[in-house]
């Protein structure tokens, strides 16, 4: 019993059909967050053995490099690049803000901090060394 007109079915799309796969542009562009990401947090680390003031320096790459860090894990998500990249990115960026944190409470302890650096910069033996840090670290004093 058919009339004649023809009844066309409707497919659903398929749930990603709506988002077009990353352009190799899009993922270079991604990629080049990671790089940047990786080069600030391996400054991070390498340079923060500094004195004050100097210290400010890898403070201020730490904090450009979780900025940078965070924007990196957002494209690698949106851009679908594998789940390695965004974990070892992550991981980066928990080390990042670790060191961040510990070089921004130097910072905000500025006058102990020069103090115990100078300490260490006039301690010429191993006993010396180890005075500075009964003395001006306190978790030193729990042994």
């Known amino acids: ?16 059909s ?17 790089r940047l990401f990786w080069l600030l947090m391996l400054a991070t680390l390498l340079s923060s053995s500094m004195v004050l003031p100097w210290k400010l320096i890898p403070l201020a790459l730490g904090i450009a490099g979780l900025v ?7 494209k690698l ?11 070892l990115v992550s991981l980066g960026l928990v080390m990042t803000a670790l060191t961040t944190l510990g070089l921004a409470g130097m910072t905000l ?16 033996t191993l006993d ?3 005075a500075c840090e009964a003395e001006y670290l306190p978790f030193q004093q729990i042994r």
């Open 68 to 74: 940078v860090g965070i924007i990196a894990v957002i």
């Open 128 to 130: 010396g060394v180890e």
């Open 1 to 16: 019993m058919t009339d004649g007109t023809q009844h066309q079915t409707k497919t659903l799309p398929a749930p990603d």
């Open 18 to 34: 709506g988002r077009h796969a990353p352009t190799d542009e899009q993922k270079r562009n991604a990629i080049q967050y990671v």
């Open 77 to 87: 998500a949106r851009r679908r690049m594998g789940p390695l990249l965004p974990i």
């Open 109 to 124: 302890l500025w006058d102990e901090t020069m103090t115990y650096e100078s300490c260490m910069r006039s301690a010429l």
